[in-house]
Nanobody, 115 residues
Framework: QVQLVESGGGLVQPGGSLRLSCQAS????????MAWYRQAPEKQRELVAA???????TYSDSVKGRFTISRANAENRSYLQMNSLNPEDTAVYYC?????????WGQGTQVTVSA
């Protein structure tokens, strides 16, 4: 079993930055992928960014150049650095991890971008 706990969400003004953190309950070295998804009200959950255990990254077009995903194996954490935030980034952000052919999810953290 794997537990994932997100933190770092909150209220930020347009143009601001936030860094989300995803703490895993065990070593992430064998997590094939770690990813961040988001779900805005009345919208489907969408992939924001993903990183493999070899460091390869994928971003949605809407965040490319503004968000950066990383993983810190020594800390058992994944991070999502979000810059130049705009109101369209408002959503609940979820951490996900693939381990031993199962996908695990965190409980989500709210990000609100508003003046």
């Amino acid at each position: 079993q794997v537990q994932l706990v997100e933190s770092g969400g909150g209220l930020v003004q347009p143009g601001g930055s936030l860094r989300l953190s995803c703490q895993a309950s065990r070593s992430i070295e064998r997590f094939r992928n770690m990813a961040w998804y988001r779900q805005a009200p009345e919208k489907q959950r969408e992939l924001v960014a993903a990183i493999t255990n070899e460091g390869g990254t994928t971003y949605s077009d809407s965040v490319k150049g503004r968000f950066t995903i990383s993983r810190a194996n020594a800390e058992n954490r994944s991070y999502l650095q979000m810059n130049s935030l705009n109101p369209e980034d408002t959503a609940v952000y979820y951490c996900a991890a693939d381990y031993l052919f199962r996908r695990y999810w965190g409980q989500g953290t709210q990000v609100t971008v508003s003046a």
